[in-house]
């Protein structure tokens, strides 16, 4: 019987579980303790699991920040396919946007402290890359209404679709400023809600 090319080995799986347990475990301290305050000496206590088997999954501790990137996208995409559809453009957007605001809640203001520090030391285009889910589905939005109709702009897809962005990250980046001090999902709501207003026609 040949063996199936996509089912993982054993050693595959164990490593899986080990990449997700120390994730979760640093996830943890990080949000109770604060980025700056939590060792991979911690970390590596806490998950069980040898400095070596860290630096194997994690090259620093910095990379745990990459990771959440891509786990952010995947968790996007699926939330995106549950989502009530069709999701009218103006709707759709302002889920995004929401979306983004409830990540960064759930993360917790330290963390994504840690996020935004990170891309202005190390900076990887990954972060605002135009290959992002969040970026690909507002652009399908809008370019969606500008198509119809709706939208009452001499500006492109890219530059309405950046804006927006640019609007969301700086909510996020406000929020994180001030410690969380406010409820970043309705204030996301109100800020690219108007946003939204003044573009769209027959608000």
Known sequence: MAKDPNKLTKRQEQAMITHRRIYETASHLIAEKGFDNVTVDEICKAAGVAKGGF?????SKDDLVVETYRLIDGHFVSSMESAPHPLPAKDGI???AEFMAATAMSRGHSFCRQIYRSQLEKGTDFFVSPERPFYKQIKTFITQSLENGEIASPLPPDELTAIILLTARG????????????NIVSFMQKTVGSILDGIWKNC
């Open 94 to 96: 302002l889920w995004v």
């Open 171 to 182: 909510v996020i980046y406000d929020w994180c400023l001030l410690r969380g001090r406010y």
């Open 55 to 59: 630096y194997h999954h994690f090259p």
